[in-house]
């Protein structure tokens, strides 16, 4: 079993940059694809970005271009680099873990194995 702890959130203005980190205990993570999805009040969960274990990188059309998803395989965390924040953007934020190794990341949560607590982004206009 995975354990991912993601850092806190935060209320940021509309323009605004904040970076989210997921670091995981009691798995490499380094042969799994890995994704943050987002969930709004009154929304289904969606996905934001996912980046697979050769390092390819995937985002949502509507984070494209201003967010940046990465990894850091010795220090077995995720990161997600958020810049041109915009009201929409507010949501829960959560990391993931894909089931199977050595895959792309998809765009499904149900392709996922383990997933962190969710932290809050807040984007105020």
């Known amino acids: 079993q995975v354990q991912l702890v993601e850092s806190e959130g935060g209320l940021v203005q509309a323009g605004g940059s904040l970076r989210l980190s997921c670091a995981a205990s009691?798995?490499?993570?380094?042969?799994?694809?890995m994704a943050w999805f987002r969930q709004a009040p009154g929304k289904e969960r969606e996905f934001v970005a996912g980046?697979?274990?050769?390092?390819?990188?995937y985002y949502a059309d509507s984070v494209k271009g201003r967010f940046t998803i990465s990894r850091d395989n010795a220090k077995n965390t995720v990161y997600l680099q958020m810049n041109s924040l915009k009201p929409e953007d507010t949501a829960v934020y959560y990391c993931?873990?894909?089931?199977?190794?050595?895959?792309?990341?998809?765009?499904?949560?149900?392709?996922?194995?383990?997933w962190g607590q969710g932290t809050q982004v807040t984007v105020s206009s």
């Open positions: 980046i697979s274990w050769i390092i390819s990188t």
């Open positions: 009691g798995r490499t993570l380094s042969d799994y694809a």
């Open positions: 993931a873990r894909s089931i199977k190794a050595y895959n792309r990341p998809s765009r499904t949560q149900y392709e996922y194995a383990d």
